[in-house]
């Protein structure tokens, strides 16, 4: 498994403003994702970052809006930019580990509580 | 693109009863992974279960175990002697060559006494 950590883990921002949010893991890992997850309803990706390089972007979230960076292999950011009430949802991220012959399960830190007022 | 189904909204069983949790997904890949992920208020996603669609034996981790149909594209989870830590959300995911998680929409699991 792993140790994966969040900071905030909650928090009360207003419209306009960004708010950066930090993911920390125990080891190295080559990839780590971010996920949102708006009230009620399942995960979805945002991004996977990959030390190195530009982040990959799924359809439906651009750089602009939701800067990454991953600056070393155990540490990632993702920041909300201008806000607004819309962006309210638990971001989580997760990294990749093996139990098999590849880096196969994802593992997820606690997730960070964003409430944009 | 895969598709992940979870048909149940909420789910409620007894303590010390088993119950079962549906999910079907849709894919044409043939090496892929399929997981039980469990979400308490808390909101961690703690990992159940994880099965490897090339392997036919279905996984089991203790308390908890899959029945995995590959032709029919089923995946669900047994949860046996239920116990009140197990009130969560659970959601099935997929992931296949891509190294992507796709969730289904989630089934609340209520335990009573």
């Known amino acids: 498994s792993a140790v994966i950590s969040q900071k905030p883990s909650r928090d009360i921002c207003q419209r306009g403003t960004s708010l950066t949010i930090q993911c920390q893991v125990d080891s190295q890992v080559t990839m780590m994702f971010w996920y949102r997850q708006q009230p009620g309803q399942s995960l979805t990706l945002i991004a996977t970052a990959n030390q190195g390089s530009e982040a990959t972007y799924e359809s439906g979230f651009v750089i602009d809006k939701f800067p990454i960076s991953r600056p070393n292999l155990t540490f990632s950011t993702l920041t909300v930019s201008n806000m607004s009430p819309e962006d309210s949802s638990i971001y989580l991220c997760?990294?990749?580990?093996?139990?098999?012959?590849?880096?196969?399960?994802?593992?997820f830190g606690p997730g960070t509580r964003l409430t944009v007022l | 693109a895969q598709t992940v189904t979870q048909s149940q909204p909420e789910m409620s069983v007894q303590e010390a009863e088993t119950v079962t949790l549906s999910c079907t997904y849709d894919?044409?890949?043939?090496?892929?992974?399929l997981f039980w992920y469990k979400q308490p208020p808390s909101r961690q996603m703690i990992l159940v279960i994880r099965?490897?669609?090339?392997?036919?034996q279905n996984a089991t981790e203790n308390r908890f175990s899959v029945n995995f149909q590959k032709a029919a594209k089923s995946f669900s989870l047994k949860i046996s002697d239920s116990q009140l830590g197990d009130a969560a959300m659970y959601f099935c995911a997929y992931d296949g060559t891509a190294s992507k998680l796709t969730f289904g929409t989630g089934t609340r699991l209520q335990v009573t006494l």
């Open positions: 997760s990294v990749e580990r093996g139990q098999g012959t590849r880096a196969d399960t994802q593992y």
């Open positions: 099965q490897e669609a090339y392997k036919q």
């Open positions: 894919t044409s890949e043939s090496d892929y992974y």
